[in-house]
């Protein structure tokens, strides 16, 4: 699925070991500048760490720039603390963004069954792959669903339509309405190569997304499309954090992880066989972003999977916890991943990468004091979970 991708990071290997400890800057016109292992040098004096950070600095403005909180000057500090909590700003907007959609969302949330992948695609129906804001595929779902709609569809001599989703959007609504979630954003390509996307829908007309979809339906194939059989998973239950404490104090459960994202081509984590780990190990899995797994369930006393829609922070701080949550993040396509990550460091959540994040040792040393660490290895990560948690205890 990844293969193009895997050609890419392939041809930057040979320049990646600089770039991936945050030693490149292009600032000012003095440059662009590096510490490429031969030089110790750079015009304007600035040394390693500082140009580290100042290119962390300047992934957490991208971060707070999606929420609108960007604070002016943050590429000039150069103290770890102060950047963390910087990066903290947008915990509070998440929180108000996440209960906004979910006041809007949740009187049609109910407990099913949800395709994930390809299979979620149906040939012999009109598919329009929506990647607009929630409310937007929302919006999406109730005209399809008008009389206007209806009739144009059955003209068409289509079985119905089929909204699906990807990306931030998909998990979101795959939870909250029960639509197909076809993966992340890297699966696009794959979709549309099946010839079963009739129409990719928005920020535009609902109207206009539909009638290119009725175009596109009367000249593909129809059920001739192949797709692989979908995978069904378990979502729709409210996060019950009252239940999860009381199974934490009960000893049901051994405490609680969040899966924070979609998996990276670039993570080495064996992703469902370390879900399947952590819940064998008596951890109950909150999975939000664009992927599901087995063992997905609706009940929040016992081990196992609920998936729990976007990654927002917002629908985890602040919301009780009796056991602090261990934050997983196998990779971060965005800024606003890795702002998300720091922002939860700085609230004192212990927090596991699966991918390096681009900065000096040094760096990456106070990160792990702090309670953020990297683990490369996937069957190491139970175990630095149990770490991580031993510490919170002493």
């Known amino acids: 699925m990844y293969e193009k991708i895997f050609d890419g990071i392939r041809e930057q290997a040979h320049v990646r070991d600089e770039l991936r400890m945050g030693l490149v800057c292009d600032a000012c016109d003095l440059g662009p500048c590096t510490f490429d292992g031969s030089t110790s040098r750079v015009p304007c004096g600035i040394t ?75 040939p012999e129906a009109v598919n329009i792959c929506a990647v607009s804001s929630p409310q937007g595929i929302h919006d999406l779902i109730e005209f399809t669903r008008t009389t206007e709609a209806a009739e144009s569809i059955e003209r068409a001599g289509a079985h119905g339509v089929n909204i699906v989703s990807l990306g931030y959007p998909g998990a979101e609504l795959a939870y909250q309405r029960g639509i197909p979630c076809i993966g992340n954003y890297l699966i696009l390509d794959n979709a549309l190569a099946t010839g079963c996307i009739d129409a990719i829908h928005t920020f535009g007309s609902e109207r206009a997304s539909l009638e290119e979809a009725l175009k596109h339906f009367a000249s593909r194939k129809g059920p001739k499309c192949e797709l692989p059989a979908p995978e069904l998973h378990t979502t729709g239950a409210t996060l019950d954090v009252a239940t999860i404490n009381r199974a934490y104090e009960q000893g049901d459960i051994e405490g609680v992880v969040v899966l924070f994202g979609a998996a990276s081509p670039t993570c080495s984590w064996h992703m469902e066989g370390l879900v399947t780990d952590l819940v064998e190990h008596g951890y109950l899995v909150l999975v939000t972003g664009a992927h599901m797994y087995e063992g997905s369930t609706s009940t929040m006393n016992a081990p196992g999977v609920a998936h729990i829609g976007f990654c927002e922070i917002g629908k985890i701080h602040g919301r009780g916890f009796a056991p602090t949550p261990i934050v997983l993040v196998p990779g971060w396509k965005n800024a606003k991943i890795l702002t998300s990550a720091l922002a939860l460091v700085h609230h004192g959540y212990p927090v596991i990468t699966g991918v390096r994040i681009p900065v000096t040792p040094s760096i990456e040393e106070k990160l792990a004091e702090k309670g953020c660490i990297t683990e490369l290895d996937g069957e190491r990560v139970v175990e630095r979970i149990s770490e991580l948690q031993s510490h919170q205890v002493g």
């Open 48 to 122: 390693p760490d500082e140009m580290a950070m100042k290119n962390l600095a300047e992934k957490i403005a991208e971060g707070l720039g999606e929420y609108k909180t960007y604070k002016r000057h943050i590429t000039m500090i150069y103290d770890l603390e102060s950047l963390l909590k910087a990066a903290a700003r947008m915990v509070y907007v998440s929180r108000s963004y996440s209960d906004e959609i979910d006041g809007l969302l949740a009187p049609y949330r109910t407990v099913r069954t949800v395709p994930f992948g390809l299979g979620g695609l149906h």
